[in-house]
């Protein structure tokens, strides 16, 4: 059974940077492509990082040239680093298999708050 705890939200005003990270549990985590989703309240939750299983990496227009996700299988750790904040990346950050049909039992997230 795979458990995907993500920590390192917090409030930043805009222009700020933020480290997420994902700690995942459960085998053959490294035969899955990883991704970065988000979710502000009443939205849909929107895809924004992948990382596939060669390392290989794309990213939502959203958050392209800004944020960069990474992963360390040794440790089942995926990470998230997310420079020039900007207010509208406010949201709920979550960690899952990519794409989401894959996804395993999602995790509680952790919020980022971007404002001054």
């Known amino acids: 059974q795979v458990q995907l705890v993500e920590s390192g939200g917090g409030l930043v005003q805009p222009g700020g940077s933020l480290r997420l990270s994902c700690a995942a549990s459960?085998?053959?985590?490294?035969?899955?492509?990883m991704g970065w989703y988000r979710q502000d309240p009443g939205k849909q939750r929107e895809s924004i990082a992948i990382?596939?299983?060669?390392?290989?990496?794309n990213y939502a227009d959203s958050v392209k040239g800004r944020f960069t996700i990474s992963r360390d299988n040794a440790k089942k750790m995926v990470y998230l680093q997310m420079n020039s904040l900007k207010p509208e990346d406010t949201a709920v950050y979550y960690c899952?298999?990519?794409?989401?049909?894959?996804?395993?039992?999602w995790g509680q997230g952790t919020l980022v708050t971007v404002s001054s």
């Open positions: 899952n298999r990519n794409p989401a049909s894959l996804a395993a039992a």
């Open positions: 459960g085998s053959f985590f490294s035969l899955y492509a």
């Open positions: 990382i596939f299983n060669d390392g290989s990496t």
